[in-house]
C-alpha cells in the first residue's frame, strides 16, 4: 500500500520555524517528484513546493518564496519542508503528495491533480 505520512506540524509564534517532513512507506519515494500543497479552511488548496526525484528541479509559489526551503533525503524516504520566518497568514493544513510523473514547470508541479499519492496532512498554526 502506498502512504504517505506527515509529521512536524505544530503551533509556532510569527517569526518562528517549523521543520515538516513526508515519510513514504509501501513504495520508494525516490523515483517519485513530490509536492507540498496547504490548505485553510474556506480555501483552496494551495500549492507552494516541489522537487523532482533527483533534486535538479525545485520550484515554489510566490506566497513561500525566500521562506520556506523543500528538499528531500532518498535514502530516507523522505521529504522535507523547512519552514521559516513564518505569518499567520501560513496557518493551514499542510500535504504531501507524490507521483512518477513530474512536471518540472511551477504552474503544473503546484497542482493537486498532477498527484497521486497524497498524506493526510499536519496542522501547522501561527499564532502569538
Known amino acids: 500500500q502506498l502512504q504517505l505520512v506527515e509529521s512536524g506540524g505544530g503551533l509556532v509564534q510569527p517569526g518562528g520555524s517549523l521543520r515538516l517532513s513526508c515519510r513514504a512507506s509501501?513504495?520508494?519515494?525516490?523515483?517519485?517528484?513530490v509536492g507540498w500543497f496547504r490548505q485553510a479552511p474556506g480555501k483552496e488548496r494551495e500549492g507552494i513546493a516541489c522537487?523532482?526525484?533527483?533534486?535538479?528541479?525545485?520550484n515554489y509559489s510566490d506566497s513561500v518564496k525566500g521562506r520556506f526551503t523543500i528538499s528531500r533525503e532518498n535514502a530516507n524516504n523522505t521529504v522535507y519542508l523547512q519552514m521559516n520566518s513564518l505569518e499567520p497568514e501560513d496557518t493551514a493544513t499542510y500535504y504531501c503528495?507524490?507521483?512518477?510523473?513530474?512536471?518540472?514547470?511551477?504552474?503544473?508541479?503546484?497542482?493537486?491533480?498532477?498527484?497521486?499519492?497524497w498524506g493526510q496532512g499536519t496542522q501547522v498554526t501561527v499564532s502569538s
Open positions: 509501501g513504495f520508494d519515494l525516490t523515483y517519485y517528484g
Open positions: 522537487i523532482s526525484s533527483s533534486s535538479d528541479s525545485i
Open positions: 503528495a507524490a507521483d512518477r510523473t513530474y512536471y518540472s514547470a511551477t504552474m503544473w508541479c503546484t497542482r493537486p491533480e498532477m498527484y497521486n499519492v
